[in-house]
């Protein structure tokens, strides 16, 4: 079993749809979490960045993590066809180095 | 221009052949990687680098070797390239080596 988990999709949704993509980790020495967005045939470029558990909000993105589930969100809200890309969670602990990935979850955001 | 850029951005080469891809930042990061990315696994890490002169393994080196002389340079070289290594290389770089990693536009590499 992979340390993290995350539902491939891909998920279609309407313009203007709240959009909820989640992982799932094993883990329990996870403390800094990330979301990254992949449009195609371009590099991940970072979304979003939590440490530890809570809530952080950046315009129409939401991260959530709770610990206690292992379990992280991003919410996007009004969504926009120019959101559609591939979204990877990420997700690292105090020891060791790297980032350990989910494999991505495709979404495409219909006008 | 300020960030990270990987070089060629595409590659053809032949089962056999040793091939090089470059990576080089500008922003000083201490740590560098390098991911593949293939349909059904997501991104592996291959090798990391935590400074000049310092490297290791990630989840799947063999068949590639790593360098880092140069804190901004981080190139791969796929010794004697394989079809199984045909995928999508990204290299990346961190200040912190657990926090954010920002990533090159990748090279797609085909070996036939």
């Known amino acids: 079993q992979k340390e993290v988990e995350q539902d491939p999709g891909p998920l279609s949704v309407p313009e203007g749809a709240i959009v909820s993509l989640n992982c799932t980790y094993s883990?329990?020495?996870?403390?800094?979490f990330m979301w990254y967005r992949q449009y195609s045939r371009k590099g991940p470029e970072l979304l979003m960045y939590?440490?530890?558990?809570g809530n952080k909000e950046d315009g129409r993105f939401t991260a959530q993590v709770d610990k206690s589930s292992k379990y992280i969100s991003l919410f996007i809200r009004d969504s926009q066809p120019s959101d559609s890309a591939t979204y990877l969670c990420?997700?690292?602990?105090?020891?060791?180095?790297?980032?350990?990935f989910g494999k991505g979850t495709s979404l495409l955001v219909t006008p | 221009d300020a960030g990270i850029t990987q070089s060629p951005r595409y590659k053809i080469t032949e089962t056999g052949r040793q091939v090089t891809l470059m990576c080089h930042q500008t922003w000083s990061h201490s740590y560098m990687f390098w991911y593949r990315q293939d349909l059904g696994h997501g991104l592996r890490l291959i090798y990391y680098s935590a400074a000049a002169d310092i490297t290791d393994k990630g989840e799947v080196p063999d068949g590639y070797v790593v360098s880092r002389s140069k804190t901004e340079n981080f190139p791969l070289t796929l010794e004697s390239a394989t079809r199984s290594q045909t995928s999508v290389y990204f290299c990346?770089?961190?200040?912190?080596?657990?926090?954010?990693?920002?990533f090159g536009q990748g090279t797609r590499l085909t070996v036939v």
């Open positions: 883990n329990s020495a996870f403390q800094y």
């Open positions: 990346a770089s961190s200040a912190t080596g657990r926090t954010e990693a920002f």
């Open positions: 939590t440490y530890s558990s």
């Open positions: 990420a997700m690292s602990a105090n020891s060791g180095y790297a980032l350990n």
